[in-house]
């Protein structure tokens, strides 16, 4: 492993901070580019956006410019611990490395040895987001024949949807939006979870005069920086996507030429949409019929049309179907053809990589079976569909990850790891609710105390993540952890004899991408595909070349049953009822990021606490006052929370910007107690932001 950058002495003798290049490993299709200063006690300092980089352009949301209050924090986890005292109580005690590996290690084989390789099951997400760090406990899993993870709790919706219109997770090069004439910002918060998209639209209003639209579900701090700001009812979006098209048939602003050429039923399409009318859109999404004919008008007269598809379409039982339909309108208008056009949801498959060595892709077993990672709490209380009929989960091995708080339905989480019978390893920063219940508590180091390689989501380079800074106390990083368990677990793989500089060495040279040394030269690689590529000029990435205006959503998962053939207003949502009148979103806060950053000062101070935002009108009803205590409830769970009077919700809709944890809520319980773990069609993920609930005074 390379040393981490030291400080050197100045001319005037004192010690300045010199500037590391890394990239920021957080759950965010940003992944900006960062310089980081070093502090000459060998710690970071100010953390900012690389102006040179020119997605992120110098810009980088204002938690992650606060870094240094994270990883220099007092309450991080410095040492190895073993639980002393009940599941979720702060009763450990200090032990070496070696004793936590070998008990983990012993009680995984216990595991196995009483109900099979599957009992153990490795879960894990995105708190970093480098390939080496967070995917190599899968090569664990796969060489040990352990349960398998189906990754459903953020992006399964929406890359089902717009892979089932374009055939592939690519689009027209996010750095248009700078020359585009009019960007729509649909189902995304930009301001607090990819603040670089605003870098970019804000730029092209400047210097070209080109108009935002927002499109979302209640008017949050993008949406107040629109020029059109869309409100609609949550998981509606296909409905409005359908009065649009409707009106650019009906009023001449379809691309006929482009239609024949590009798509695969433009007749059906439009025969299809007929009823689709603004008046039927407006019943659906509560936008007004001028609304939704603005609108498509704008889209109409405006050809370089970019539209950003964020992952909002992802927390709705009905997303897939809600994306597909938004990203049909491109085809419609045609606007895929010109620089600035377009509809854009990911880069994903632009890099190419051959991951089989972090991953251990050369030794999986097909007969393993795969458990839905957004299940964890049917898993956990012996759910047998969630277990694939098989037997129960007896161990856990958690890395990136806060399950009890960011899983749905936390009454069953809570209840899961709660079993005498469950063992489990955490590997964490600070203490979180899922290291409380832990058996070992290991200390996870951060993104500048590691070596690593970082793909970007929502643009288009390839970034180094070298270490800067030595680790506090005995933080270790995953890949350590992981290779040095495997050695107890007698798990054979080049991966665990390897350091992360040379397994990031070997990923780049498998998948053709230049070596560490140039990227450390660069700083970044663009992967960024030519103009006809990303635009699908020479056709969409299918067999037959065209955009699906039907779909085959047997093709994007096995739950397939009753999806519309063509774009539709899908209600597969969980609709208000008598019993529960309200829908609820739990959308991004800006200062956290899911349960990361919870632990800062200023985040929180700048957040203030749980608050449920409701119309003033609703309130009225309900006699609630701004401030005022409220209970809030369905079959899952129920809470208390602070209300917020706030015109920007729709009548009938609430809104919680989360992940608070559930200790600053009043009875210790969180909002994801509400939530539901149930599978989204076609093929899995979580619907975060489609409950519906009651509001009472508390």
């Not at 310089?35 to 110098?58: F, H, K, M, S």
């Not at 585009?180 to 070209?208: C, F, P, Y």
């Not at 107040?224 to 009023?251: I, K, N, S, W, Y």
């Not at 606007?335 to 949801?345: D, I, K, L, N, V």
Request: glycine residues 8%; charged residues 20%; contains cysteine.
């Amino acid at each position: 492993m390379n040393a981490p950058f030291a400080p050197s002495k100045a001319d005037s003798g004192k010690l300045k901070p010199q500037i590391g290049h890394s990239a920021c490993p957080h759950d965010c299709p940003s992944t900006c580019a960062l310089e980081i200063e070093l502090t000459p006690d060998g710690r970071i300092g100010r953390v900012r956006g690389a102006e040179e980089n020119n997605y992120t352009a110098g810009v980088i949301c204002a938690k992650v410019a606060r870094y240094a209050e994270r990883a220099n924090h007092k309450e991080r986890v410095l040492q190895p611990l073993l639980r002393t005292g009940p599941k979720g109580s702060t009763q450990f005690k200090p032990i070496s490395w070696e004793e936590a590996l070998d008990r983990t290690a012993e009680a995984f084989i216990a595991a196995e040895k009483k109900h099979g390789s599957e009992a153990v099951w490795p879960y894990y997400y995105a708190g970093t987001m480098g390939l080496v760090q967070r995917d190599g406990i899968n090569r664990l899993r796969h060489v040990k024949k352990y349960s398998g993870q189906h990754s459903t709790i953020c992006v399964t919706l929406a890359r089902a949807g717009y892979i089932a219109a374009t055939g592939s997770l690519h689009g027209p090069d996010p750095r248009e939006m700078a020359k585009s004439d009019l960007i729509v910002i649909w189902g995304t918060n930009a301001v607090h979870t990819q603040v670089n998209v605003m870098t970019h639209a804000i730029r092209a209003r400047k210097e070209r005069g080109a108009k935002i639209v927002v499109v979302d579900a209640y008017r949050n701090a993008t949406a107040e920086q629109a020029d059109v700001a869309l409100v609609l009812r949550p998981g509606t979006d296909g409905a409005l996507a359908c009065g649009v098209m409707h009106v650019l048939f009906r009023d001449g602003y379809a691309d006929r030429d482009y239609l024949a050429r590009h798509t695969d039923a433009p007749a059906e399409l439009e025969a299809h949409l007929q009823d689709k009318t603004p008046e039927w859109a407006s019943a659906i999404t509560g936008l007004t019929v001028e609304q939704i004919t603005g609108f498509a008008h704008m889209l109409g007269r405006t050809k370089k049309h970019y539209i950003r598809l964020g992952y909002g379409f992802a927390r709705s039982r009905n997303g897939a179907v809600n994306m597909h339909a938004a990203t049909c309108i491109a085809s419609v208008t045609g606007s895929w053809q010109y620089e600035g056009g377009g509809a854009f949801h990911n880069n994903g498959a632009i890099f190419h990589w051959n991951k089989t060595l972090i991953d251990g892709l050369d030794s999986v077993d097909p007969s393993i079976r795969t458990l839905d990672q957004s299940q964890i709490g049917p898993i956990l209380t012996g759910d047998a569909q969630a277990l694939k009929h098989g037997g129960p989960v007896t161990a856990l091995l958690i890395q990136n990850t806060n399950p009890m708080e960011v899983a749905p339905e936390s009454e069953l989480v809570k209840r899961g790891f709660a079993r005498d019978d469950l063992f489990a390893c955490v590997h964490e920063q600070f203490m979180t609710l899922t290291a409380k219940m832990a058996d070992i508590v290991l200390p996870a180091t951060m993104f500048t105390e590691h070596d690593d390689i970082y793909q970007a989501g929502g643009q288009q380079h390839i970034l180094l993540g070298p270490k800067l800074v030595e680790a506090p106390g005995e933080a270790r990083e995953n890949h350590y952890m992981i290779s040095e368990l495997a050695k107890r677990l007698g798990a054979k793989h080049h991966g665990f004899e390897i350091s992360a500089i040379q397994m990031v060495e070997e990923t780049l040279k498998a998948s053709g991408w230049p070596d560490v040394a140039t990227l450390r030269a660069q700083r970044w690689h663009d992967c960024q595909p030519d103009f006809d590529t990303a635009h699908y000029a020479e056709g969409f990435a299918w067999p037959d070349r065209k955009f699906r205006f039907k779909p085959d959503w047997a093709g994007m998962g096995p739950d397939h049953e009753g999806m519309p053939a063509l774009p539709d207003h899908w209600l597969s949502i969980e609709p208000a009822t008598g019993e529960h009148p309200f829908r609820m979103i739990t959308s991004p806060a800006r200062n956290f990021l899911n349960t990361s950053f919870t632990e800062t000062p200023t985040s929180v101070k700048r957040e203030g606490r749980p608050t449920l935002f409701i119309h003033p009108e609703d309130a009225a009803v309900l006699q609630i006052a701004d401030g005022e205590l409220v209970r809030i409830g369905n079959r899952r769970g129920n809470i208390r929370i602070h209300a917020k009077l706030y015109t920007g919700v729709v009548r009938g809709v609430t809104v919680v910007e989360s992940i608070w944890p559930h200790s600053t809520f009043v009875d210790g319980m969180g909002i994801n107690a509400l939530t539901g773990a149930d599978a989204a069609k076609p093929n899995g993920g979580a619907a975060f932001h489609d409950n519906a609930i009651w509001v009472r005074k508390a």
